[in-house]
């Protein structure tokens, strides 16, 4: 059983560009979640898709955005990038709903400078 | 405001000694309750996780967790920390109005006394 990989691991992008980060999710789950993790903090919902459908979303604005397909892998696109966007990109895996508990990547670190 | 509380920041144990860590969360009704763990350099680790019944929860290395409710609280013990469990654990909610997030405490770091 493979646990959920994400691509790349590190990543420094300029202020202003776009950047596409990848997610495969564990086999056999269905539902991808993505969180932003800033230095010293816990988490924040980003959003998730469940089939290929966006399923909910956290109070992060449209230049956030995602996709997921058919062997239920995701990205999330951000484009236009602020200086505020530097975290820990985390992307989780689950079959259904958050209650069966998440398998996370190791995530993305994304510096924009 | 909806809120998940890690009161402590930092916790210094000893080696061998007994653990506990704290989560209060703001909620009207009864959330699903979970401890995750954070190791330097990789994802999250569920650690146990309360959805109803007992409030006494056995987790993954040792951990339980109990739920009081009337004091909207769910904090992780230990009886004996190892140093391998010196790692950043986090209290997580899932709200039953929105059950397809998690709501995060800002994370208390562990660190162990030789």
């Known amino acids: 059983e493979t646990g959920v990989t994400q691509s790349p691991t590190h990543l420094i992008k300029t202020r202003g560009q776009q950047v596409t980060l990848r997610c495969s999710s564990q086999s056999g789950h269905n539902t991808v979640s993505w969180y932003q993790q800033a230095l010293g903090q816990g988490p924040q919902f980003i959003f998730q898709?469940?089939?290929?459908?966006?399923?909910g979303r956290g109070n992060f604005p449209p230049r956030f955005s995602g996709l997921q397909f058919p062997n239920y892998s995701s990205e999330l696109n951000v484009n236009a990038l602020e200086l505020d966007d530097s975290a820990l990109y985390l992307c989780a895996s689950s079959l259904g709903m958050v209650g069966y508990g998440y398998t996370f990547g190791s995530g993305t670190r994304l510096t924009v400078v | 405001a909806q809120s998940v509380t890690q009161p402590d920041i930092h916790i210094t144990v000893s080696e061998g000694a007994s653990l506990e860590l704290r989560c209060n969360y703001s909620?009207?009704?009864?959330?699903?309750l979970f401890w995750y763990v954070q190791s330097p350099g990789q994802g999250l680790q569920l650690l146990l996780k309360y959805f109803s019944g007992d409030t006494l929860v056995q987790g993954i290395k040792g951990f339980e967790a109990e739920f009081k409710r009337s004091q909207s609280s769910f904090n992780l013990r230990k009886p004996s920390v190892h140093w391998s469990d010196a790692a950043e654990y986090f209290c997580?909610?899932?709200?039953?109005?929105?059950?397809?997030?998690?709501?995060w405490g800002a994370g208390t770091k562990l660190i162990i006394k030789p």
């Open positions: 898709y469940y089939r290929e459908e966006e399923n």
């Open positions: 997580a909610v899932a709200p039953e109005e929105s059950n397809y997030q998690l709501i």
């Open positions: 909620y009207g009704a009864t959330p699903y």
